[in-house]
């Protein structure tokens, strides 16, 4: 927005203190991410740069907290022989890794399919008591976590108590922490993928069937493909709350279920370690690549549904 | 009164189809569809009751409902239902405390019936566990001898507490949870002036999330403006700037924050680099409440712009423009004009800051220090100490309240307007 012709000066100077506000706001939103980076590559344990990192001088920059990331529980970090299946068996932070990907993808593939069920169904015209299933659908997302992870805690201890039997734990097991992030990354679901259907066409299924196409195939050849960037958004919601998410695993997960989060959370709270910014520093360049790719996606969503954008 | 048998006979021959009137035909259609619609919702809606409805009803069941007195101690539960309340004990009370501590020695269950006691008279723990350890010691008369291991056995508050726990449902939690406790003759006060934890809890709660909330929408209006003014094409690069906070790990965003504020830190470092404090007089911006603040401004900051910014997008630019040529100041049109019609993207920023901030737990508990603590480190606190129903109680009260405000955000904006990114 540019300054309309008869801006008087006071406007005209009220409008670079604006700029110069927002310009701060902006920095205060995105310096903090971007400070950890350099400060990962830091030769020294401190947090703050050194005199040698700021004159570039070569000895004060090191790739010393990525190495100490994988070699971090490892048996014998310089063994030469066995050195890969002792790195991937032994190091926390891989460990780490493994168990954050492996929870992450179960629970998104989990969340996105129910989640994607419902949402078609809420977006239908003739769903019954929308509203108030819709709240409680996207409630888990409301409730604050520290509630939703007791209750998890409880009843995951011995979830056969609701028909009064007593049947084994779901606490510290793998399927609990899936179950939990299911919960919790489902509302991210339902919210992109109704809002994509929000600007769905019903005539395009009326079309279809005159045209011939048995439901089956209306679903699979012409609804899919139109809220497909809804459902892979959600999916990556759904992903990333599973991959940041630390309460539950604190209540459930045993300690073969740590993940990056909690490693982190154990890292912030006992001693914290440059190590520590060399895996921000990783995440922050994940979270980089997921928004690229969510920022792709809502184009060819705009573009298929004829969305100028512009 | 419509023909029954006709209608049997219509549904009989549905296959006929013609014959039905035209307005059954739709009714059952509509109803089809309407159970077509569910039906894709169920499977969903089964699976939250099932692990989140279930488990948090679960959960608060326990803040009303603790039977660690009453299933340990038969006799007693008898003598308290026989006699009214307030009724002095006499041998018999004293005779069946005895077999009750005998009960409980012989199961173990010493211990969590005088944790049960001890909510409401703290020190009752240790006198159950050593009397239960002496119990088969005992002889009659049962009350001196009672009284000769420990005088507090005669103790009036006691024995109003070990009545009200007789049964195993209780508000005793809730009363605790807004610092009330019970008198010795069942009336209820308020618990000393030093041990008033809760009120002065919530009151610092909300206070902190008002704070933070008013803190994002000042932050948050600037730039949402520019955002929404900006030509759609740099608007979605800056946009970026807001997103990647978005996206971006919350231990991640901690983290940075602890490397920035702490004493050590880079921004101490800069202030004293550049002469405005002395290395001695570092400021204390983490592990406190400021910290708390800043953090949680950062945190939540994305979701304020963003309702902002897509109300502000749609806001047609040619009622200012008519406010300034009919006279009006820019200060005029913006108060007058402009800020009026961002008021629905303000209420749903607002209301959905304040509900976030409100429950939030991790980054009080890494930077809060000791003064920068809400409500949910304080549910936590009892988990860790095993005060199961008064974790319970308090997150009942959390919830009551997080649900008021969720239930007013659906009246006034709609859990459906709810956008990411």
């Known amino acids: 927005m540019a300054l309309p012709p008869y801006a008087d000066p006071l406007e005209r100077l009220w409008r670079i203190i604006y700029l110069v506000i927002c310009t701060l706001i902006f920095l205060f939103l995105i310096a903090p991410i971007l400070v950890i980076i350099p400060l990962s590559f830091n030769a020294e344990p401190y947090f703050t740069f050194t005199e040698k990192m700021l004159t570039f001088d070569p000895a004060g920059w090191s790739l010393r907290w990525y190495e100490a990331l994988i070699s971090t529980g490892m048996q014998a970090p310089d063994a030469a022989d066995g050195w890969w299946s002792d790195m991937w068996a032994n190091a926390a932070w891989v460990k780490a890794a493994r168990n954050s990907l492996i929870i992450g993808v179960w629970s998104t593939i989990v969340a996105t399919g129910l989640g994607t069920l419902a949402a078609l169904g809420l977006a239908r015209p003739d769903m019954p008591y929308r509203r108030l299933i819709m709240a409680l659908l996207i409630s888990p997302m409301i409730v604050p976590i520290i509630i939703v992870a007791t209750g998890m805690f409880f009843f995951f201890s011995n979830p056969c108590s609701i028909i009064g039997v007593e049947c084994g734990r779901l606490t510290s097991t793998y399927a609990g922490v899936i179950l939990a992030h299911v919960v919790l990354g489902t509302p991210f679901v339902i919210i992109t993928v109704t809002a994509t259907l929000s600007g769905f066409d019903q005539s395009l299924i009326r079309a279809a069937a005159s045209l011939g196409a048995n439901p089956r195939i209306t679903f699979f050849r012409v609804i899919m493909p139109l809220i497909l960037p809804g459902v892979i958004s959600g999916a990556l919601f759904a992903f990333v709350t599973s991959f940041d998410e630390v309460v539950a695993v604190l209540f459930i997960a045993g300690p073969e279920q740590q993940t990056i989060p909690r490693q982190m959370w154990n890292g912030i709270r006992e001693q914290i370690s440059p190590a520590i910014l060399a895996v921000a520093t990783i995440l922050v360049v994940v979270s980089i690549a997921l928004l690229t790719i969510l920022e792709l996606l809502r184009r060819r969503s705009d573009r298929l549904r004829g969305v100028s954008g512009r | ?421």
């Open chain 2, 1 to 421: 009164m419509v023909d029954l048998p006709r209608i049997a006979v219509q549904a009989a021959t549905a296959a006929a189809g013609p014959e039905i009137p035209l307005k059954a035909r739709l009714a059952r259609a509509q109803a089809r569809a309407r159970r077509r619609a569910f039906l894709l919702v169920l499977p969903l809606l089964l699976f939250i009751l099932l692990t989140f409805v279930i488990p948090i009803g679960q959960m608060l069941q326990r803040s009303i409902y603790h039977d660690g007195f009453s299933g340990a101690a038969p006799a007693l539960v008898e003598w308290f239902a026989a006699t009214p309340a307030g009724t002095e004990p006499d041998e018999t009370a004293f005779a069946a405390l005895a077999s009750d501590l005998l009960f409980m020695k012989e199961r173990k269950l010493a211990g969590e019936a005088g944790t049960r006691i001890n909510y409401a008279v703290p020190g009752s723990r240790s006198l159950f566990t050593a009397a239960a350890r002496g119990a088969d010691r005992l002889t009659a008369p049962y009350r001196p001898a009672l009284m000769a291991e420990d005088g507090k056995w005669a103790d009036p508050l006691l024995w109003a507490a070990m009545r009200e726990a007789a049964s195993p449902w209780t508000t005793d939690f809730y009363l605790s949870g807004i610092d009330m406790q019970r008198t010795a003759n069942g009336g209820i006060e308020r618990v000393d002036e030093g041990s008033r934890v809760y009120l002065a809890l919530y009151a610092k709660t909300f206070l902190l999330s008002a704070v933070i909330t008013i803190i994002c929408l000042a932050l948050a209006f600037p730039v949402a403006h520019l955002l929404a003014t900006l030509p759609m094409a740099r608007a979605n690069l800056l946009m970026i700037l807001v997103l990647l906070p978005f996206w971006t790990s919350l231990l991640v965003r901690t983290t940075s924050w602890i490397v920035l504020l702490q004493s050590q830190g880079v921004i101490n470092s800069l202030l004293v680099s550049a002469g405005f404090i002395g290395d001695d007089g570092r400021l204390a911006l983490i592990y406190n409440r400021t910290g708390t603040i800043i953090v949680m401004v950062h945190i939540l900051l994305p979701f304020m712009v963003l309702p902002l910014y897509s109300v502000m997008r749609v806001i047609p630019p040619v009622y200012a423009r008519a406010a300034r040529s009919l006279g009006a100041t820019s200060w005029t049109t913006f108060r007058r004009i402009y800020l009026p019609q961002t008021l629905p993207g303000i209420g749903a920023g607002v209301l959905l800051v304040f509900i976030l901030a409100v429950g939030y737990y991790i980054t009080p508990a890494l930077v809060g220090g000791a003064d920068g603590q809400l409500f949910s480190n304080q549910i936590q606190f009892h988990m860790s100490k095993s005060n199961w129903s008064q974790a319970a109680a308090l997150a009942a009260m959390l919830l009551a309240g997080v649900l008021l405000l969720y239930w007013l955000y659906d009246r006034l904006v709609g859990i459906d307007k709810l956008k990411l990114g």
